[in-house]
């Protein structure tokens, strides 16, 4: 079975009005300096991240959903223990409700990103969710990308969770995606065709002289460089640890079909690049509240029918990992209540303060458990 695990971006944010914090640096100080680079007991463990006002959580290796859950739970604790200790939260806000422009500190290489990419940079501060699955060769990673591009953006409209930007509501659901496509190696790509071609495109990319180095190459799925894996970067970092794991899961089964399809000697999907990021752009405006492309008809249908399309579409593996319950009741739970964007835009309703939308977003990032409707999707 492939292993997998995340990377979750969290917003570190003062609990009382919600203001992004820039304390990375002191999170790390303060966990216990073993958990933070290691993780406790081999467990989860924390890095910085491009702004100080947000950490990132990586989970190890895991085989089976059961223990990803435990890895994602136990990351959201660490890292909230830590920011308690100098006074502030974390949520899994993929964008801050309040935020101004920040400048880049921390490493040099975020400084000369900082200063190569002018207000872009001071902007970025969102907060994704990165799926790695093991693979057993570029060729196989390679296959997979090609062979699994056109169902990606499926994944964006499951996990979004930013509906909100300097303060106004965005209309998206996924207002992270707009921010983040602006940096110019960003979204869909064109099928690649080998390991090879993979290898060419990157290298035109970097003698462009725009992308510093190959970390800025950020493609919605890319080959990891420093592990065997895949990686999948499409996804808004989740609210719901549940939902983290539900999309965790649903990228595994997608890059098992997608490997599939290449032993078997089926080509890649036809659907052209700019086709998917019409998809993109749909998932991000409108989550599950409304259609999204259907990648095998490549038409608009009903979120629920195009959801419940893809897990048609990976049954198979879910059922060879053991995964296809807790997938259907997963996805039939964000349908039912919605994901990250509609609890913010309730928790906003209520008093009209973006405060309470961070206070609403720091309780559900470290809620645990979800009543399940796999009924939805039994049609």
């Not at 971006?9 to 100080?29: Q, V």
């Amino acid at each position: 079975m492939r292993t997998f695990g995340v990377e979750e971006e969290l917003l570190i944010a003062d609990p009382g009005d919600g203001l992004p914090l820039a304390l990375a640096s002191g999170l790390l100080d303060a966990a216990v300096p073993s958990e933070a680079e290691f993780g406790a007991e081999g467990g989860p463990s924390l890095k910085s991240e491009f702004k100080q006002e947000q950490i990132e959580v990586n989970s190890r290796p895991c085989r089976t959903a059961k223990e990803l859950r435990a890895e994602i739970r136990a990351g959201r604790e660490l890292a909230d223990s830590a920011a308690r200790a100098v006074g502030a939260r974390v949520a899994a806000l993929a964008t801050p409700p309040v935020f101004h422009a920040t400048p880049t500190t921390g490493n040099q290489r975020y400084a000369t990103m900082g200063e190569e990419f002018g207000l872009i940079s001071r902007e970025q501060l969102t907060c994704g969710f990165h799926v790695h699955v093991s693979i057993e060769s570029p060729d196989e990673g390679v296959a997979v990308l090609d062979r699994m591009r056109h169902w990606l953006p499926v994944l964006l409209a499951l996990s979004a969770n930013s509906p909100f930007w300097m303060g106004a509501d965005t209309g998206f659901t996924s207002y992270r995606t707009q921010i983040w496509n602006r940096w110019p190696t960003a979204g869909p790509m064109d099928v690649f065709g080998s390991a090879a071609g993979y290898r060419a495109v990157l290298s035109e990319l970097l003698s462009t002289g725009v992308p510093l180095d190959e970390g800025m190459i950020y493609f919605d799925a890319r080959l990891s460089k420093g592990h065997p894996t895949v990686e999948l970067r499409i996804a808004d970092v989740c609210l719901f640890a549940e939902d983290a794991l539900t999309i965790a899961v649903l990228a595994r089964a997608l890059v098992e079909t997608a490997a599939g399809e290449w032993r078997k000697g089926e080509p890649p999907s036809s659907m052209l690049t700019p086709v998917i990021r019409m998809a993109n752009w749909k998932a991000s405006r409108f989550g599950v509240n409304n259609q999204l492309l259907q990648p095998l008809e490549q038409a608009p249908y009903p979120a629920a029918d195009v959801a419940g399309a893809l897990l048609r579409h990976i049954r198979g593996a879910l059922t060879a990992s053991g995964d296809l319950a807790l997938a259907r009741s997963g996805v039939a739970n964000i349908l039912r209540r919605g994901t990250g964007e509609r609890l913010q835009r309730q928790a906003y309703g209520q008093r009209r303060r973006l405060s309470d939308v961070v206070s609403a977003a720091i309780a559900s990032t470290h809620q645990y458990g979800e009543r399940s409707d796999a009924g939805l999707l039994s049609r």
